[in-house]
């Protein structure tokens, strides 16, 4: 595409015809036959482009209405309270260099504590990245270029986020990222105060992990992404950390965190009254172990990440359900519990086993005004059915027992 078509998208007349569209109600090829009689064929497939992705964008972008995308940049770019989580690691009114900085995710939150340069390969992407951060508190700069190129020793910190695709599949070996482990060591050198955007599953290399801090950040119940902070921003250099947040819509958007080094593993006992299931970025930290060591809980099987103990916990890095009946994974004897207790509305969980949560939602035939939990997991040899209730709020605000319908 051209770039005086680009810049053209995010001017006035192009932004007023993207919110003009998504405006309207009526059809997009009906509104396309229009834009065609004023606007040549590149431009209309930006315009009809941006309002596809805009709705698309919505769940990663409170601002997502006003904002500019490319489709891979959306998917790569980090979430708007992810990134303002990441942000408040960075020294207030400091100059820090977000490189590889896309469509500007992180880059505009950054720009809410201090001057940013963004730096990108692509011209066309840093021209949406530029109109992304207009308005934003501090002042932006934007380079066009290699991050190989570019030197971070005039910055307080700098915040790469590596393209994961660049033999155009997507990986999760650092030595294929773009830009790689030479640059990335070279930054380092330049200024150690850095933080690296990485995959969950991927792993650092060997000679990081005595100065790096890892830390694994979910959002809604999904691991985002991987942070390699260095330097300064390492809070404990040698640990991994879970972080877990919310889409807040104000105020903080962090539920609960753990830290610990990785090794420590929860000893197996038999189920408690308590269920716990710890949250994705706790298991792709592999600090299981260390959240049961800090409740005092045990697994209920060494390959099954649940958890269990006696007493409710209030811990925004795990979910917390209350177990009323554990059988057999018998399709009659399942149906007949829930047909007694009147559930109609099941939230079903499944581990170790092949059936998906809908075949077993459909064989159940629910019906009923009640509401339960169901967790079906392989435990060795044998798949057992746990019925319960999901617990929330503050444990001490919590109701239990005979009272809510539920035998002990």
């Known amino acids: 595409m051209r770039i005086e078509d680009v810049r053209w998208l995010v001017s006035p007349e192009g932004a007023a015809l993207v919110a003009e569209l998504a405006e309207d109600a009526g059809s997009l090829v009906a509104a396309a036959g229009r834009l065609q009689r004023r606007l040549a064929p590149e431009r209309v497939h930006l315009i009809l482009e941006q309002v596809e992705l805009r709705r698309r964008a919505a769940a990663k972008f409170p601002a997502a209405g006003t904002m500019f995308f490319w489709p891979q940049t959306l998917e790569q770019a980090t979430d708007a309270w992810v990134a303002a989580y990441k942000a408040r690691r960075f020294a207030e009114s400091e100059p820090v260099a977000d490189l590889c900085c896309g469509i500007g995710g992180d880059l505009v939150a950054l720009a809410g504590r201090g001057p940013v ?196 916990i209030a811990d925004g890095v795990m979910q917390c359900f209350e177990i009323s009946d554990e059988l057999p994974f018998d399709r009659k004897r399942l149906k007949a519990l829930l047909r007694k207790r009147e559930i109609g509305r099941l939230e079903i969980k499944v581990r170790g086993v092949d059936d998906s949560p809908e075949q077993i939602r459909r064989r159940l035939q629910l019906r009923g005004p009640e509401e339960a939990v169901l967790v079906v997991v392989r435990l060795d040899r044998a798949v057992r059915a746990l019925v319960g209730r999901r617990v929330g709020g503050l444990a001490g605000n919590l109701r239990f027992g005979p009272a809510n319908g539920w035998p002990l």
């Open 117 to 312: 340069t963004g730096v990108d390969l692509d011209e066309a992407t840093l021209v949406l990245a530029e109109a992304n951060a207009a308005g934003a508190k501090h002042c932006c700069r934007f380079v066009a270029g290699s991050v190989e190129d570019f030197s971070v020793s005039d910055f307080a910190a700098w915040h790469l986020d590596p393209d994961r695709r660049a033999s155009g599949r997507r990986t999760t070996q650092i030595a294929a990222y773009a830009p790689g482990l030479e640059t990335i060591d070279r930054l380092r050198t330049e200024q150690p105060s850095g933080a690296v955007k990485l995959a969950p599953a991927t792993e650092v290399p060997g000679q990081w992990r005595q100065e790096v801090e890892l830390e694994w950040i979910s959002r809604d119940r999904q691991c985002r992404q991987q942070v390699a902070w260095f330097g300064g921003l390492a809070k404990e250099p040698g640990a991994c950390r879970a972080t877990v947040l919310r889409a807040a819509a104000g105020g903080d958007s962090v539920v609960g965190a753990i830290a610990g080094d990785g090794t420590l593993r929860a000893d197996v006992g038999s189920l408690g009254r308590y269920l716990f299931e710890p949250d994705a970025a706790v298991l792709a930290a592999d600090l299981g172990g260390a959240l049961a060591a800090k409740h005092g809980l045990v697994a209920l099987h060494p390959a099954v990440p649940y958890l269990t103990g006696d007493e409710p």
